[in-house]
């Protein structure tokens, strides 16, 4: 059983680059969560994608977007990339019929120089 | 707005004594509470959650624990630590009543358990 599949493990940026990261849920599940963990810190939620739409986002600017594609797959961009942005890049996936936990894949580490 | 607040830093713990991670919480209804424990270089893993019923949670490698609603908390405990129980560990909630669906992460906790 695959749990969350996360697109690439290491990525190197400059500034002002954009940037694109994939996410493959645990079979099964239809949510998918996206999280920014700096160094030293707990995650904090980016947004959340449902049927293809985002439900509910965080404090993060319109730099950061999203997708979900119909098999529940799903991408985080980031434009206009700044320092600032260099973290731990989490996927999360659930499913929205039952109250368990997230699945969590093992992040994307991006380091913008 | 919803928070979750992990008090220390850092648990310091010899193998085999009890050990106890505590969390805080604030929602403005009912909570739906979890626990997830962070290796190196690696995602989070989930540990146990409190949805409703019995105040004692039981969770995976031996971990339970304890919600008390009058005050608000959620701590995480063990009978007996074991030096591989050595990790970060996030308290995290998420508000049900209010329709929202994000899950609000604490600071996190570093477990130290020496041999």
């Known amino acids: 059983d695959a749990g969350v599949t996360q697109s690439p493990t290491h990525l190197i940026k400059t500034r002002g680059q954009q940037v694109t990261l994939r996410c493959s849920p645990k079979s099964g599940h239809d949510t998918v969560s996206w999280y920014q963990q700096a160094l030293g810190q707990g995650p904090q939620f980016i947004f959340q994608?449902?049927?293809?739409?985002?439900?509910q986002r965080g404090n993060f600017p319109d730099r950061f977007s999203g997708h979900q594609f119909p098999n529940y797959s799903s991408e985080l961009n980031v434009n206009a990339l700044l320092l600032g942005d260099s973290a731990l890049y989490l996927c999360?996936?659930?499913?929205?019929?039952?109250?368990?936990?997230?699945?969590f894949g093992s992040g994307t580490r991006l380091t913008v120089v | 707005a919803q928070s979750v607040a992990q008090p220390e830093d850092q648990v310091n713990v010899a193998e085999g004594n009890p050990l106890t991670v505590k969390c805080t919480y604030s929602v403005s209804g009912n909570p739906y509470l979890f626990w997830y424990v962070q290796y190196p270089n690696r995602g989070l893993q989930f540990l146990l959650k409190y949805i409703t019923g019995d105040n004692l949670v039981k969770g995976s490698y031996g971990f339970e624990a304890e919600f008390n609603k009058s005050q608000t908390s959620f701590h995480l405990k063990k009978p007996s630590a074991l030096v591989s129980d050595s990790a970060l560990y996030f308290c995290?909630?998420?508000?049900?009543?209010?329709?929202?669906?994000?899950?609000?992460f604490g600071a996190g906790t570093r477990l130290f358990v020496k041999a």
């Open positions: 994608y449902y049927e293809e739409e985002e439900r």
């Open positions: 999360a996936s659930s499913s929205r019929d039952r109250d368990h936990g997230y699945t």
């Open positions: 995290a909630v998420r508000d049900i009543n209010t329709g929202g669906f994000k899950t609000i």
